[in-house]
């Protein structure tokens, strides 16, 4: 219904124009917004103990599913980004519709938190969900992650994605897209903040098109959802295909740089990368302004 989240890619011209306004539509290139939390081994028992509340909110949080159905301006756009806590490589976010009749079928399929299912049935879940469901994809390169800052380059590749969503809406003439017509609805968010449609990231917009398309999506009624991808179909949704697409990416820069390791850590702060950092010095991809890579800048 959608495209097909596998193929061929242009990824090396796509990662050395960071003005670009590029996205693509589920064609293959994922990663899993996992924040390295370190403790402090001397850590007070104050602040254990505020941990440990937190800890549990979250598990208490996963368990309360979020009503998106049931919201009064349709359709629900579930977005989330992949890769923000990483050292090397974009960050991506993905913007998914599900149709009312897809909803069991990707509830039968094991749609949830990209975090924890396997690799291999991410796989095939995003088959499922681009065959059944609206798809739009974003990122942000580490160029400009590197000029405005993590935040803003996330913000940057969700507004991409509601446009890349835009776009694949338009080239479908089904009843259940006409009918509701885009931008419209209203716009589900992973975590704690909204999207803003000003800053750097809006000024980030190098052609006209594109600030006026993001101005097109500044007037719908946003929820941020905290483990939005544990609580809400739409936003996992988002969630699985933006990470099966950045990994992908990730797998494909290992063959051009196999010293630093990305099929396998996909370009997290993991020891073997830190290490190969430390000996080879950063590459063309690499965040130049993250504790981890600029200390080896002037090697």
């Known amino acids: 219904m959608v495209s097909s989240i596998s193929g061929s890619r242009n990824n090396k011209s796509l990662r050395r124009n960071p003005r670009a306004f590029l996205f693509l539509i589920a064609r293959g290139i994922g990663l899993e917004s996992v924040s390295d939390i370190e403790c402090d081994s001397a850590m007070t028992s104050k602040t254990a103990k505020s941990s440990v509340k937190e800890n549990s909110l979250e598990v208490s949080l996963e368990n309360q599913i979020f009503p998106w159905r049931e919201l009064k301006d349709q359709p629900v756009i579930g977005v989330d980004e992949v890769g923000r806590g990483c050292l090397a490589g974009p960050v991506y976010a993905g913007a998914v519709i599900i149709p009312e009749h897809a909803v069991e079928i990707l509830e039968r399929a094991g749609v949830t938190d990209s975090k924890k299912i ?10 499922v969900i681009v065959e059944h469901c609206f798809v739009g994809l974003g990122f942000a390169t580490s160029d400009e992650i590197d000029e405005i800052n993590i935040l803003q380059a996330t913000f ?33 968010i992973d975590g704690n903040q909204k999207l803003p449609f000003a800053g750097p990231a809006f000024e980030a917009c190098s052609v006209k098109s594109e600030i006026q398309k993001f101005l097109a999506w500044s007037k719908l009624p946003q929820t ?30 290992d063959q051009e740089f196999p010293q630093y390791g990305f099929k396998g850590h996909k370009g997290y702060a993991a020891e073997i990368h830190r290490t190969a950092i430390k000996e080879y010095g950063p590459s063309p991809v690499h965040r130049k302004t993250f504790g981890g890579v600029r200390e080896y800048l002037q090697r």
């Not at 396997?118 to 088959?127: Q, T």
């Not at 089904?174 to 716009?187: D, K």
């Open 156 to 188: 940057l590749a969700m507004r991409r994605a509601l446009v890349s969503l835009a776009v694949n809406v338009e080239n479908h003439d089904r009843p259940e897209v006409t009918s509701f017509g885009l931008p419209n609805g209203h716009i589900l």
């Open 224 to 253: 941020t959802l905290v483990k939005g991808d544990s609580r809400a179909l739409p936003i996992a949704a988002a969630s699985i295909v933006a990470k099966v697409t950045r990994d992908r990416l990730m797998i494909d820069l």
């Open 118 to 127: 396997s690799e291999k049935k991410r796989d095939a879940v995003a088959d």
